[in-house]
């Protein structure tokens, strides 16, 4: 298992996951994320089983106006299906922390879609706490 920084190769393994997930962009729509991602307060990381890109988490560093210190957010993350509950997951989301820390976060928050039933099992296995909830109203008319 090998985890390193996500690159424009990684696209289509990327729309794989984001597909898994509800998420179906295509592959020129996270071409242009990953760049977005290529500055100092992103950062993509993707993890590697026998050189197939099998996840992935994407972070933000970013300001509060009502806290001081920088908060990191998991803006998206995955692991494929097929090799759930082999340590991936936990692997990314410590790799992640680690990258957090050295950027001068104070805290980590995620968002889970309420429909992912045994995702906020995982966050609280790994020491994540509920604290808020998280509302969505779109701007886009259909």
Known sequence: MIIRPGKSSDANAIVELLEQL???LNELEVLLK???F???DYQLL???VK???VGFISLHCLDKFHSMGKTGRI???CVAERVRDMGIGGTLLSTAETWFKSNGCREVEVTTNMRRSLTPDFYRKHGFAEHSR???KSLITA
Do not use: K
């Open 22 to 24: 509800g998420h179906p």
């Open 34 to 36: 990953i760049q977005l």
């Open 38 to 40: 290529s500055t100092a």
């Open 46 to 48: 993707v993890c590697e």
């Open 51 to 53: 050189e197939e890109v």
């Open 75 to 77: 803006t998206a993350f």
């Open 134 to 136: 998280h509302f969505v």
